[in-house]
């Protein structure tokens, strides 16, 4: 299958700041990419759809302005966690396909923010 | 109603045994279908997908596929210990290609 790479795998960081999460796909390219997030004991939740070279689509209730995403790249689309609180503290996971059909999970970010 | 339906489980079965995961999904336009299993703290791994009635082998993996009940399953053969996961279904929306996810089954394979 398709190799999803994140970037980093933790970070700690202190309320108010911003933090950036790299997905990379690395052997293929992809003009859409996939932002979840989850949550303990949850299961994922869709934040957005990151299209490569236009903005990004949202999913209800996930501020645009918060959560920044970037897909500069057919190989590389960023989320920017800005103003970071203690409740966006979870688990961000991207993925990404070589085809229509499947999806590929990268490894995961685990955001702490104290 | 939920999208995807899973029983959360745990479904707890020996070493060996066949385990048995059931999902149900309310788009009756779905059309593509997709099991992951997801470990504690890591990402969800694709291990089957399917997109026509009936059964798709691989290895001990078996999924199942009935449209006209809108019900998805996976059968694990001689279940082992380290199949001991959550197990994510997941179902493409018939317009958007957007994954929905279940809530996921925990499974349990006792020594």
């Known amino acids: 299958g398709a190799v999803v790479s994140q970037h980093p795998s933790r970070v700690i960081c202190k309320s108010g700041t911003s933090v950036k999460i790299e997905c990379r796909s690395l052997?293929?390219?992809?003009?859409?990419m996939f932002w979840y997030r989850q949550f303990p004991k949850q299961s994922l939740m869709l934040m957005a759809t990151?299209?490569?070279?236009?903005?990004?689509?949202?999913e209800q209730g996930v501020e645009k302005d918060k959560f920044l995403i970037n897909h500069a790249s057919l190989t590389l689309s960023t989320l920017t966690v800005t103003s970071a609180h203690p409740e966006d503290s979870s688990f961000y996971i991207c993925s990404a396909g070589d085809s229509p059909y499947e999806q590929y999970f990268g490894p995961g970010t685990r955001l702490t923010v104290t | 109603q939920k999208e995807v339906e899973q029983n959360s489980g745990p479904l707890s079965v020996p070493e060996g045994a066949i385990a048995s995961l059931n999902c149900t999904y309310s788009?009756?336009?779905?059309?593509?279908f997709f099991w992951y299993r997801q470990y504690s703290g890591k990402s969800p791994e694709l291990i089957m997908s399917i997109y026509s009635n009936g059964d798709k082998e691989d290895g001990r993996f078996t999924a199942q596929l009935n449209k006209a009940s809108q019900y998805v399953s996976l059968l694990i053969r001689d279940s082992q210990p380290s199949d001991s996961a959550t197990y994510l279904c997941a179902v493409r929306g018939r317009n958007t290609g957007k994954l929905i996810f279940g809530q996921g089954t925990t499974l349990q394979v006792k020594p």
């Open positions: 788009d009756r336009g779905s059309q593509s």
């Open positions: 990151s299209n490569e070279g236009s903005k990004a689509t949202y």
């Open positions: 052997d293929f390219q992809a003009t859409t």
